[in-house]
């Protein structure tokens, strides 16, 4: 997914960037996150499905 990973980087989902995932609409809809505690975006399903993430503890 050469065309999916440059998308990504240019939106500013990198590796080791924070990702908070505050919805998901129901039967494969966008899911909206927020970046760094700052910037949110709405994804695609198939966009988010790709991203890997580590769950962290809040503290």
């Known amino acids: 997914y050469p065309a ?3 998308n990504t980087q240019q939106r500013g989902r990198t ?3 924070t990702l908070e995932a505050l919805e ?3 039967f494969d809809g966008p ?19 790709a991203i890997l993430v580590e ?3 809040p503290m």
């Open 31 to 49: 899911v909206t996150i927020r970046i760094e505690s700052t910037e949110t975006q709405i994804i695609g399903y198939k966009m988010a499905s």
């Open 15 to 17: 590796m080791g960037v």
């Open 4 to 6: 999916m990973l440059q």
């Open 24 to 26: 998901r609409d129901p």
């Open 55 to 57: 769950i962290v503890d």
